[in-house]
């Protein structure tokens, strides 16, 4: 039973990655993305041309070489030039693979360059540009956001390779030193949990809530828009002074307002905390899009064992394009048109975002390998239980003829002890017979002449004539057919001893 209960937790498992594939690897829809990226252009270029039947895209196709680099990204053609694109949405598209909350101890800043060649002044603010440098893709531009001109800025971006589903965290955040006022970038929230068939739960091992998984996703159970919200900011303030929760609100078109490219259940969510720092009272609010979304894995079969289409229930979950503002307690409102420009201003580069797909593609290929391997490696496993047990069955078989043999012949000594039970085979007195010779086989020894004693000697198997005596009672056995005592090392003359007949 053991066994079996392994070889099914190979297969659960296996299982468990292919519904993680199914519901986080495959591609988008292209259409959709080239929707989102290509409204602005669609309405200056395409305002005449009527809805359905592919002609707004056939007019942005006629018009590629005016489209933005963002919308000229999105339908796979390369940017115009290195300046990147019209100021767009927080959120895309890093944060599809950004890291859930608490980034790595370890990560270090991002490098910021500082643009203040061309200050625009709006709001009341001068604000400059700002970018993020990834060292890790090469020292290359990623994202760019415009400040406040005496705002301080700093970010991270970190790659990890090894979780397929969020190879990349990116986050910033940007401070008034004069002040508390403040904009954060977060990472997206990204949380995975199964619901496994009853009879397969005693083979999957129960994940805690809270962990990473081996993806990088969090597991955890789904929660409502607002209560995940709530979880989120206790993550990121749990450690503040006098926290309070000021109030909550459905934003019911934020993924719109934000060009989030559709998926299911999603639900616009702010709250509003209060608490203090350094001292003073500070009010901040937070934004987000919830997200969920249900995957059953497919029928498969592992060898001998099968699951049953939908025996394996993924949700993936979460918040996404997460951010918040700060001010001092009785001015947020008031600053909300300066958030909302720096909001808008952030800006991925066409460049780094075309790394990002590529490395993005090529950690999708190479798990979709892994899991082939996993399901050859089981079949394999089951095709070597096959070949055992049919060699166990011939086994067996041939233990059957013998003890008919031994019937026949009488086991050249009798019945012992008036019960009955023929235990000649046991006995090294008299004639050696072939029930001598499986008993040999049956205790893994082997019955040599003994020339110091004109016997025999029983010792351990070596597979044949491998025995050595110095005819004073010293026996030496090698497994080594070639090995003989002189050149091992050993002292005084030797024979080779024979397998008794």
């Not at 060649?117 to 531009?141: C, M, Y």
């Not at 919200?229 to 993924?255: C, E, H, T």
């Not at 979304?293 to 064992?305: F, T």
């Not at 460049?351 to 090529?362: G, L, P």
């Amino acid at each position: 039973m053991q066994g079996r209960a392994a070889f099914i937790v190979a297969i659960v498992g296996l299982a468990l990655h292919y519904v993680t594939a199914a519901a986080q690897t495959a591609p988008a829809d292209p259409l959709a993305a080239i929707r989102a990226a290509c409204t602005v252009d669609a309405q200056k270029f395409c305002a005449t041309v009527s809805q359905g039947g592919g002609r707004v895209i056939a007019c942005l196709k006629e018009n590629k070489d005016s489209l933005s680099d963002r919308c000229r990204a999105a339908a796979g053609l390369p940017p115009k030039s290195n300046a990147g694109t019209t100021p767009g949405a927080v959120g895309s598209p890093a944060t599809a693979g950004a890291r859930v909350f608490a980034p790595d101890t370890e990560s270090k800043p991002a490098p910021v360059v500082t643009d203040s060649s061309k200050p625009v002044t709006a709001a009341g603010e001068r604000f400059v540009k700002r970018t993020l440098i990834d060292a890790q893709q090469g020292g290359i531009p990623a994202v760019s956001v415009h400040l406040p001109e005496s705002w301080h800025f700093a970010g991270t971006i970190d790659w990890h390779y090894g979780w397929v589903d969020v190879p990349i965290n990116p986050s910033w955040h940007a401070e008034n030193p004069a002040n508390a006022e403040a904009y954060f970038q977060h990472e997206s929230m990204r949380m995975v949990y199964v619901d496994v068939a009853p009879q397969y739960r005693r083979y999957v091992p129960a994940s805690k809530p809270g962990t990473r998984t081996a993806l990088g996703q969090i597991y955890l159970a789904p929660l409502a828009p607002a209560q995940a919200m709530i979880y989120f900011i206790k993550q990121v303030r749990g450690d503040v002074s006098n926290l309070k929760w000021l109030g909550q609100q459905d934003l019911p078109d934020l993924a719109k307002a934000l060009r989030l490219a559709p998926s299911p259940n999603q639900h616009g969510i702010a709250i509003k905390i209060g608490y203090d720092l350094n001292g003073k009272p500070v009010e901040e609010a937070f934004f987000g899009v919830f997200y969920l979304n249900k995957a059953g894995a497919q029928a498969m079969q592992a060898g001998h064992e099968s699951i049953a289409a939908n025996q394996l229930v993924q949700t993936n979950w979460g918040i996404q394009s997460l951010q918040s503002f700060r001010a001092p307690a009785g001015t947020l409102e008031k600053r909300m048109p300066v958030y909302s420009l720096i909001a808008k201003s952030v800006q991925y580069d066409p460049h780094w975002t075309a790394r990002y797909q590529a490395i993005d593609a090529t950690l999708t290929k190479l798990f979709q390998q892994k899991q082939q391997q996993g399901l050859s490696q089981i079949n394999a496993a089951a095709a070597i239980a096959d070949r055992a047990m049919r060699q166990n069955q011939q086994f067996l078989a041939g233990v059957e003829r013998q003890e008919i043999a031994m019937r026949d012949s009488g086991g050249g000594g009798g019945v012992s002890g008036g019960g009955g039970v023929d235990d000649s085979f046991l006995r090294d007195d008299g004639p050696r017979s072939s029930a001598d010779h499986f008993s040999d086989l049956m205790r893994g020894v082997d019955t040599v002449n003994d020339p110091s004693t004109g016997g025999t000697k029983q010792l351990e198997y070596a597979g044949g004539d491998n025995h050595f005596t110095d005819g004073f009672g010293n026996y030496r056995t090698y497994n080594d057919s070639n090995a003989t005592p002189e050149n091992q090392g050993e002292n005084g003359t030797w024979t080779r001893m024979t397998e008794a007949p």
